[in-house]
């Protein structure tokens, strides 16, 4: 595709739900980031893949988050047992992640809404 | 380590004012820094990179290794300039680290 793609756009979803959302990344692109962008606030690092190392998952905030990412193609981040405080826009970026000069692409980002 | 540090969140200023959104940064090695910008609505998209030594929509950033800063700068701030601002660092050539981000609000 042209560029980072999520689906979906906007989800919402019940507290207590399981939640699944989904980023392709750019093809070639082998570092993938996910990030939390709650209303007005800045961003917050969730989760980076970068080839077939082990992912850094500093960033995420509770074992309720967990994501995966299938070699180098489509990741999914997950959320178990949503809660009102899980509200927020999830963005998802690919860069080529190797050598030289490059930049970080993102998507336009699923809003989730738990109610 | 926060590797990107934006120390203000909102920065408001009067059209036609100078802006200066501040960013500094920790690594040891030869930075590649970089701005993002998010106008309401769009997604996140590069502004400018240092090594490109480029001006965008009057925008110019100088990369200052004696202070580890990569300030932000225009001369004369447009209404359209509002939107959140995005300092962000490429570590080792590989890893993008962000900082919390900046909102400029530009008011008329």
């Known amino acids: 595709g042209a560029g980072v793609s999520q689906s979906p756009s906007n989800k919402v979803t019940e507290k207590g739900k399981d939640v699944e959302l989904r980023c392709d990344p750019i093809?070639?692109?082998?570092?993938l980031y996910w990030y939390r962008q709650r209303l007005g606030q800045g961003l917050e690092f969730l989760i980076y893949?970068?080839?077939?190392?082990?992912?850094?998952k500093s960033g995420l905030p509770s074992d309720r988050f967990s994501a995966e990412r299938t070699g180098e193609s489509v990741s999914t981040l997950t959320i178990q047992r949503t809660q009102q405080e899980d509200s927020a826009v999830y963005l998802c970026?690919?860069?080529?992640?190797?050598?030289?000069?490059?930049?970080?692409?993102f998507g336009q980002g699923t809003r989730l809404t738990v109610v | 380590a926060q590797r990107v540090t934006q120390p203000e969140k909102l920065l408001s200023v009067f059209k036609g004012a100078p802006v200066e959104l501040k960013c500094n940064y920790s690594?040891?090695?030869?930075?590649?820094l970089f701005w993002y910008v998010q106008y309401s609505r769009q997604r996140l998209q590069l502004l400018l990179r240092?090594?490109s030594r480029e001006s965008i929509k009057g925008f110019t950033a100088d990369l200052n290794k004696g202070e580890t800063s990569f300030h932000l700068k225009k001369p004369f701030a447009q209404e359209e300039d509002s939107a959140m601002y995005y300092c962000?660092?490429?570590?080792?050539?590989?890893?993008?680290?962000f900082g919390s981000g900046t909102k400029l609000n530009v008011k008329p």
């Open positions: 970026a690919s860069s080529l992640g190797t050598g030289g000069s490059t930049e970080a692409f």
């Open positions: 093809s070639g692109h082998t570092a």
């Open positions: 893949f970068q080839g077939n190392s082990a992912p850094d």
């Open positions: 690594y040891s090695g030869s930075p590649e």
């Open positions: 240092h090594i």
């Open positions: 962000a660092l490429l570590y080792n050539f590989n890893k993008f680290y």
